[in-house]
C-alpha cells in the first residue's frame, strides 16, 4: 500500500506534476469528517497532529455565505465542497455522497481533510455491495469520489494507480490504505474490515454470514490459504448453528487441500459424531474430499493418460487419473466428465462409486454441481 503526503495530493488534484509520491503506510486515527467552513487548502497543508489555522478576517464574508448550505449539508450528513465551503455538485445515495471527479473539482475532492473513498473505474455488484456497507457504517458521513481514469489519467499517474477496477481510503493528505489489483471477494472484505477499523466503524458481519461463507466456499477451490483467512475471521461471531457446521466443514476442506489430512479427519469426526447436524451437503463434501485425496496415487498425470489410453477398461488406472484430474487446480470437471465416460462405457460397481464421489465432493455450490448430479443419474438409470 502506499502512503502519500500532502504535497502529492495536491499534484494530482492540481493535474500538473508527477512528482511527490513518498513511501507506504497506514494512517491511524482517521476522522470520518472535519468541519468544512474553513479554506481547504489551509488546513491541508497543516503539519501532521497540527490544528489547522484560522480563517483570518478577510474570510469572513466567504465563511458567512457558504454558512447555509454548509450547515444544510451537515445536516444530512458531509458533502464534499469547494474552498468558499459551498457544496460541490454531487448526488446522494443511501450511503452519503457521492461525486464524480473532474479537472475544476479535482482539488478540492483530493484535499478534503476528512475521510473519502476514491474508486477508480467500475466495481462488480458484490463490490459494490461491500464498499456501500462500510459507507452505511459511517452513517454517511463517508464521501464517494468516483475517478474515470480515462478522463483524468494525470491523476492516475500522479497517485501510482495501476490498475483498474481499484479503491482508495484518502484521509489527511494520504493514500491511507488501497484495494488494487487483485479483488477478488476475500480481499474485498479484508479492505472494507480495515476501513472499518481505521475509521473507528462496527460493520455488523452477522448480515452477511451466508454471504461470506459462500465467498469462503468458493475461494477454496483456487485458494484454500484465502478462504481460511475468511473462515478464522467468521469464526469469533456470534453464529448460528447450522453456519458453525458449514464454517467446521469448510475448515475440514481447506486443511485438506493444504496437505492437512489428519486435521481434516479431526473436523469431520467433530461432526458426524454431532448427530443428524452432521450430515449435511457441506459435511459430505469434506468426506467425499478425503475419499477422494486417498485414490491418489504416486505418479505423473502424463503417466496415468498414457495408461488410460492403452488400458480403457481398467478401473485402477482410470482411478489412478481421475484422482489425479481433480485434485489440479481446475480441472475437477474434467475429472468428473472422464470418470462417467468410463461409468457409460463398463456401468461396474467401482466405476459408479466414483463418479458418485466426485458428486458429493463438488458440493452444494459448485457451478458444475446440479449438472453433475443430473448426468449421475442420468447414466445409472440409463
Known amino acids: 500500500m502506499r502512503r502519500v503526503g500532502p504535497s502529492a495530493l495536491r499534484t494530482a488534484?492540481?493535474?500538473?506534476?508527477?512528482?511527490?509520491?513518498?513511501?507506504?503506510?497506514?494512517?491511524?486515527?482517521?476522522?470520518?469528517?472535519?468541519?468544512?467552513?474553513?479554506?481547504?487548502?489551509?488546513?491541508?497543508?497543516?503539519?501532521?497532529?497540527?490544528?489547522?489555522?484560522?480563517?483570518?478576517?478577510?474570510?469572513?464574508?466567504?465563511?458567512?455565505?457558504?454558512?447555509?448550505?454548509?450547515?444544510?449539508?451537515?445536516?444530512?450528513?458531509?458533502?464534499?465542497?469547494?474552498?468558499?465551503?459551498?457544496?460541490?455538485?454531487?448526488?446522494?445515495?443511501?450511503?452519503?455522497?457521492?461525486?464524480?471527479?473532474?479537472?475544476?473539482?479535482?482539488?478540492?475532492?483530493?484535499?478534503?481533510?476528512?475521510?473519502?473513498?476514491?474508486?477508480?473505474?467500475?466495481?462488480?455488484?458484490?463490490?459494490?455491495?461491500?464498499?456501500?456497507?462500510?459507507?452505511?457504517?459511517?452513517?454517511?458521513?463517508?464521501?464517494?469520489?468516483?475517478?474515470?481514469?480515462?478522463?483524468?489519467?494525470?491523476?492516475?499517474?500522479?497517485?501510482?494507480?495501476?490498475?483498474?477496477?481499484?479503491?482508495?481510503?484518502?484521509?489527511?493528505?494520504?493514500?491511507?490504505?488501497?484495494?488494487?489489483?487483485?479483488?477478488?471477494?476475500?480481499?474485498?472484505?479484508?479492505?472494507?474490515?480495515?476501513?472499518?477499523?481505521?475509521?473507528?466503524?462496527?460493520?455488523?458481519?452477522?448480515?452477511?454470514?451466508?454471504?461470506?461463507?459462500?465467498?469462503?466456499?468458493?475461494?477454496?477451490?483456487?485458494?484454500?490459504?484465502?478462504?481460511?483467512?475468511?473462515?478464522?475471521?467468521?469464526e469469533s461471531a456470534d453464529l448460528p448453528v447450522d453456519a458453525r457446521i458449514r464454517i467446521v466443514a469448510a475448515r475440514a476442506r481447506c486443511a485438506l487441500r493444504l496437505g492437512r489430512r489428519e486435521e481434516a479427519e479431526a473436523f469431520v469426526q467433530e461432526l458426524t459424531a454431532s448427530g443428524p447436524q452432521g450430515r449435511t451437503p457441506e459435511v459430505k463434501q469434506a468426506q467425499a474430499l478425503i475419499q477422494m485425496e486417498k485414490r491418489l496415487s504416486q505418479g505423473e498425470l502424463e503417466k496415468f493418460q498414457a495408461a488410460m489410453e492403452e488400458s480403457p477398461g481398467d478401473f485402477k488406472v482410470a482411478e489412478s487419473y481421475v484422482a489425479s484430474l481433480f485434485w489440479i487446480g481446475g480441472r475437477e470437471g474434467e475429472a468428473f466428465d472422464t470418470a462417467l465416460a468410463h461409468l457409460k462405457k463398463h456401468k461396474s460397481d467401482e466405476a459408479r462409486e466414483l463418479v458418485r464421489g466426485l458428486v458429493e465432493a463438488f458440493g452444494p455450490r459448485h457451478p458444475r454441481s446440479k449438472m453433475a448430479r443430473k448426468a449421475f443419474t442420468n447414466a445409472v438409470f440409463a
Open 13 to 234: 488534484a492540481g493535474l500538473v506534476s508527477k512528482n511527490g509520491i513518498s513511501g507506504h503506510g497506514h494512517a491511524a486515527a482517521i476522522p470520518l469528517h472535519v468541519s468544512c467552513t474553513r479554506p481547504m487548502e489551509r488546513r491541508f497543508a497543516s503539519p501532521a497532529g497540527q490544528a489547522p489555522p484560522q480563517a483570518g478576517p478577510q474570510a469572513g464574508g466567504q465563511q458567512g455565505a457558504a454558512a447555509g448550505s454548509s450547515a444544510a449539508a451537515r445536516a444530512k450528513g458531509p458533502l464534499l465542497v469547494s474552498a468558499s465551503g459551498a457544496p460541490l455538485a454531487s448526488t446522494s445515495q443511501p450511503g452519503g455522497t457521492v461525486v464524480d471527479l473532474t479537472a475544476q473539482n479535482a482539488m478540492q475532492v483530493l484535499q478534503n481533510p476528512g475521510a473519502v473513498l476514491l474508486q477508480v473505474g467500475i466495481l462488480d455488484e458484490a463490490q459494490t455491495k461491500k464498499i456501500e456497507k462500510l459507507r452505511l457504517a459511517a452513517g454517511g458521513k463517508l464521501p464517494l469520489a468516483r475517478l474515470d481514469p480515462k478522463t483524468l489519467p494525470q491523476i492516475m499517474q500522479a497517485l501510482q494507480i495501476r490498475s483498474e477496477p481499484c479503491v482508495l481510503l484518502l484521509a489527511r493528505g494520504q493514500i491511507a490504505d488501497a484495494l488494487e489489483g487483485d479483488l477478488s471477494p476475500n480481499l474485498v472484505t479484508a479492505f472494507v474490515d480495515r476501513a472499518a477499523q481505521a475509521l473507528g466503524l462496527k460493520l455488523d458481519i452477522g448480515e452477511d454470514i451466508n454471504e461470506q461463507l459462500a465467498e469462503a466456499e468458493e475461494a477454496e477451490w483456487t485458494s484454500a490459504t484465502a478462504a481460511e483467512e475468511i473462515l478464522t475471521r467468521l
